[in-house]
């Protein structure tokens, strides 16, 4: 059998397209010969010191408390404990619509069968090294003019890409999602390709 290729996802669990993208992923995993790998990456820290609207500071003021869980977690077990986290908090955060907060961190954790007393790090600086870390690994490559969802995969002749998106919805399944992998790598990993975009006429949906 021929090695997988690996290919890494940068998520912060707030954002709606990130966790679509994530989904599409997964159902690419299923088509194509690539491992998906997560790893944490923060809008709150992206946005540190920017000039944001109210309603957004508040929000990235409670994003902290999510990204040091998802970080705590990958510490103590591991990525693919991180990845079933991730799937039990986004189901949360964007198909239940729970607030921000303790209980829903508890409940994300709980999901997983984790110690819920993991919730204690949102609240904590313990981990905000590490979470800076990890932030920084996926956004070098593509720099901060961009969020979420940030992709490394691998590139032509064995190297690397790295490309934030696609911002999709929803996501595609099956060979679809398969086809839409081959297009998005295909433009990737084409040298000086840098944007491809068009005016978003839907919100998300999360099917």
């Not at 209980?103 to 600086?125: I, K, N, R, Y």
Request: aromatic share 8%; proline share 7%.
């Amino acid at each position: 059998m021929t090695e997988r290729g690996a290919v890494d996802m940068w998520f912060d669990p707030l954002c709606p397209w990130a966790w679509i993208t994530s989904r599409w992923l997964l159902e690419v995993e299923q088509v194509r010969d690539v491992e998906i790998h997560f790893h944490v990456m923060s809008l709150s820290v992206l946005n540190e010191g920017r000039d944001l609207p109210e309603q957004y500071q508040e929000l990235m003021a409670k994003g902290w408390g999510p990204v040091r869980v998802c970080i705590a977690v990958e510490q103590a077990h591991g990525g693919e404990t991180l990845a079933k986290l991730y799937t039990a908090m986004g189901t949360r955060i964007h198909l239940g619509k729970e607030d921000l907060g303790r209980d829903l961190l508890v409940g994300a954790l709980t999901d997983v069968g984790l110690d819920p007393a993991l919730a204690d790090a949102a609240e904590s600086t313990e981990y905000d090294e590490a979470l800076r870390a990890s932030h920084e690994a996926g956004m070098r490559p593509v720099g901060t003019d961009v969020g979420t969802p940030v992709i490394h995969a691998p590139g032509p002749d064995g190297g690397q890409v790295a490309f934030f998106g696609p911002v999709i919805t929803p996501a595609p399944k099956g060979e679809a999602a398969g086809r839409l992998w081959d297009g998005v790598l295909l433009v990737a990993g084409t040298p000086g390709f840098y944007e491809l975009k068009r005016t978003r006429e839907l919100g998300p949906i999360f099917d």
